[in-house]
């Protein structure tokens, strides 16, 4: 693993960017809610200045609650990415922050896994 990088801290959402084998990591820690989702979308992203990733994976293990600002970040940074022909996977939700996900319909746009292995090997 490299490029470790500390996307952004408030006060109910951190996330932390690693690459493994060319694949951007995102862990999430918190919650993801109206005023942490900017955080959220530069983590994914490239806020600063380097290109987007082709490839990213976003670990949802530690997260303990998403809204629908959480929603509209996954969409707006999987549209980016399909974009340039890349892909987005999520990793490890738990059961809450899953069903939020399945019952807009997102696991059938972004593929949800039950690991990081899961979601960089699929």
């Known amino acids: 693993m490299s490029d470790n990088h500390r996307a952004g801290l408030h006060d109910r959402l951190r996330a932390v960017r690693t690459v493994v084998d060319g694949v951007r990591v995102v862990t999430v820690h918190g919650e993801i809610d109206h005023d942490g989702k900017d955080i959220l979308v530069q983590a994914l992203l490239s806020a600063d200045g380097t290109p987007t990733p082709q490839r990213i994976v976003a670990d949802l293990s530690d997260v303990t609650f998403m809204d629908s600002s959480g929603v509209n ?50």
């Open 73 to 122: 970040a996954f969409v707006t940074v999987y549209q980016q990415v399909s974009a340039d022909h890349g892909w987005l996977r999520i990793a490890g939700a738990q059961q809450s922050v899953l069903r939020v996900l399945q019952i807009v319909g997102i696991d059938a746009l972004i593929p949800c896994l039950p690991t990081i292995e899961d979601a960089l090997s699929a």
